[in-house]
């Protein structure tokens, strides 16, 4: 659930906490072996160009994923964030002392972490350097125990879990 588009400013939380208080239920029910879920306040207001918004869509966006996290390492389990584009971090640009808003997509590096309290799921593997947003899916994949020669053969992307010389990430 979330808001109309036209009104995406004046509710920069959006639906941040009904999403985290959902997937914490649904968590704690022992029923899945993974969620996925997106929380869209930063990207959407960043294209909005309204900058105290997205800040506060950010904030929104910490105070949902925390406890999400949390709850994945509390339950012995594995916590993936990844970010779609690096928008919200350049909401506002100095070129030559000038400011422009940017509220278009972005060629930045954005983020992928994993946290886990599952050590086996990545015995011998490591995250390499860089990798492209085609990445995420297989990378994710391997992380859930899908062998690669299983994964669409028409896929661009190639998982970001490489072997290493020392246990884990």
């Known amino acids: 659930p979330s ?7 004046d509710y920069p939380e959006m639906a941040s906490k009904e999403i985290r208080d959902y ?12 969620i996925i879920t997106n929380i869209p306040p930063p990207d959407m207001l960043t294209h909005m160009g309204v ?5 506060k869509g950010i904030e929104a966006t ?12 509390d339950q012995k389990g594995s916590a993936v964030i990844i970010s779609d584009h690096g928008s919200a971090d350049r909401v506002i640009e100095v070129i030559d002392g000038i400011e422009y808003d940017d509220v278009a997509h972005t060629d930045r590096d954005v983020p992928f972490m994993i946290r886990t309290e599952e050590p086996q799921r990545l015995k011998g593997l490591k995250l390499k350097g860089e990798g492209r947003l085609v990445d995420f ?3 994710i994949l391997m992380l ?7 994964m669409p053969s028409d896929w661009d992307g190639k ?9 884990g990430v």
């Not at 910490?62 to 390492?73: E, F, H, K, N, T």
């Not at 998982?159 to 246990?167: A, F, I, N």
Request: glycine fraction near 6%; charge should be negative.
């Open 137 to 139: 899916a297989p990378t």
């Open 62 to 73: 910490d105070r949902a994923a925390g406890p999400i996290m949390q709850q994945a390492l």
């Open 51 to 55: 900058n105290p918004a997205t800040i």
């Open 23 to 34: 997937v914490l239920e649904q968590m704690k029910t022992g029923r899945y072996d993974t």
């Open 144 to 150: 859930l125990g899908v062998d690669s020669a299983d």
């Open 159 to 167: 998982s970001l879990l490489v072997p290493s010389e020392t246990e």
């Open 3 to 9: 808001v109309d588009d036209s009104k995406v400013a």
